[in-house]
């Protein structure tokens, strides 16, 4: 009879523990950086590097955004999202799973200057 319970119980964790998995989303937050691009990476943190980035993009790198805070690059989905904003500073607000970021909302924001980017 313990054995059926032990058993029992370490079949209820398993499949427990998979769904939570299966349903994990990541972690909700904001990011304010830079829209540049994976093959360039930290080095797009300029509003001049729109043209470098949506030819790497088209040469298979993907957008992403460059987090001078934490001197990440996070890549960006969906891309349509990011193309839109190519060399902009900008918050990205979604959710986190990895290195890759699911865009809820995304907003230009000004530079940590104190300087409001250009439109």
Do not use: F
Request: proline share 3%; hydrophobic share 40%.
């Amino acid at each position: 009879m313990t054995k059926r319970i032990l058993i029992c119980a370490a079949a209820l964790a398993i499949v427990a523990s998979m769904t939570l998995v299966a349903t994990g989303k990541g972690k909700a937050g904001s990011w304010t950086g830079w829209i540049t691009d994976t093959k360039c990476g930290a080095k797009g943190d300029n509003e001049k590097h729109a043209d470098c980035a949506k030819k790497c993009v088209d040469g298979g790198a993907k957008y992403a955004l460059y987090n001078p805070a934490d001197k990440k690059v996070y890549i960006l989905n969906p891309q349509d999202k990011a193309a839109a904003h190519v060399a902009h500073h900008v918050t990205v607000k979604g959710t986190i799973e990895g290195d890759t970021i699911t865009i809820t909302s995304i907003d230009m924001a000004p530079e940590s200057g104190g300087a409001k980017p250009k439109s």
